[in-house]
């Protein structure tokens, strides 16, 4: 049942994942096992010793050594196809090669001819290349930052490293309600994606500003799911829900001169809103965004931090603040 769940309702973004999830996904694993063999006679036993759930056990590391490369490769952009369509050519690829793989390579070596290896040593070190050319071709594919979906790496909210003059975790917070006093360092919390954290940590040494960093890897304004990213459906993490309250935690806590607020490219992808897909440019969704930023821009600004002119500054044309 834990297998099952975890197969049928966990991606690599679910934080439920990390580690908890995949900790006791192993020994699941291990128990389905250890069942198998002690009982041969039984449901699972047989269902796994079906011919093609052998075939597929005996090609399984060739379809985990291929699956990545091939799955980054094969994208809706080079294909045309979406959703089911795109991952069914996915899984038909992918088990193509890592059969002619188990063939041509994993067997040969695992019986171990040496005729065989000095023959074949061209081609072995040519499907080397390729598979490293692959995974290459794959990496240059993806964007920065990319998971591939929504990630959770970033802590929900942190204060940057400490370093003279800038990211100082050693500057005290001043006492809440007063505005920035002459002499001390101007405080500013930043909010956003990968983009956002970039900025954060690798901004160079700004004397007398003070960043704290509460940004979220994958994670932008939008909360509507599911939403299309490289041809594939995901559904917003749990952890991008947090905002409102990381962003009221952080301005609270830190009590900072200006916060600074960096999203777009997460409100970029096509999503369902209102029970249906919509995207960037109809009016109903770009309400919605708005309507998002307002609900940042209120929290940021409260208690009077800086935000009012930042807000303008990112209103479109025609709107007034």
């Not at 074949?120 to 071709?137: F, H, Q």
């Not at 994606?193 to 901004?203: E, F, G, K, Q």
């Not at 905002?243 to 916060?259: E, F, I, K, N």
Request: hydrophobic share 45%; aromatic share 6%; with cysteine.
């Amino acid at each position: 049942m834990t297998l099952g769940w975890l197969w049928s309702h966990a991606d690599g973004a679910d934080p439920r994942l990390y580690p908890a999830g995949l900790l006791a996904g192993s020994p699941a694993t291990a128990a389905v096992l250890t069942h198998t063999i002690r009982a041969p006679a039984s449901v699972a036993a047989r269902l796994l010793s079906l011919p093609p759930a052998a075939a597929l056990g005996r090609i399984s590391y060739g379809v985990y050594l291929w699956h990545w490369p091939l799955f980054a490769w094969i994208d809706a952009e080079r294909t045309g196809l979406r959703g089911a369509a795109l991952f069914g050519v996915r899984v038909v690829v992918t088990l193509v090669v890592a059969a002619v793989s188990f063939v041509a390579v994993e067997r040969p070596v695992q019986r171990g001819h040496p005729r065989f290896l000095r023959r074949r040593a061209p081609a072995l070190a040519a499907t080397a290349t390729c598979m490293a050319a692959a995974a290459a071709t794959a990496v240059v594919t993806l964007p920065s930052g990319q998971r591939l979906a929504p990630s959770t790496a970033a802590p929900a909210e942190a204060t940057a490293p400490a370093e003279p003059g800038h990211r100082s975790g050693q500057v005290p917070d001043r006492p809440a309600g007063r505005h920035h006093r002459a002499g001390m360092p101007v405080s500013a919390v930043i909010v956003g994606d990968s983009i956002a954290w970039t900025l954060v940590n690798h901004l160079p040494p700004t004397p007398d500003v003070t960043l704290h960093d509460s940004t979220r890897q994958g994670c932008g304004l939008a909360l509507d799911s599911p939403y299309r990213y490289f041809g594939t459906e995901h559904r917003v993490s749990q952890n991008c829900r947090h905002w409102p309250s990381d962003l009221r935690q952080a301005v609270t806590r830190h009590d900072p001169d200006t916060v600074v607020l960096l999203f777009g490219r997460w409100e970029t992808m096509d999503r369902v809103h209102d029970g249906r897909w919509t995207h960037t440019g109809e009016k109903a969704f770009d309400a919605y965004l708005l309507a998002q930023l307002d609900r940042a821009v209120g929290i940021a600004s409260a208690h009077g931090r800086q935000g009012p002119a930042g807000h303008r500054a990112l209103q479109p044309p025609g709107r007034t603040p």
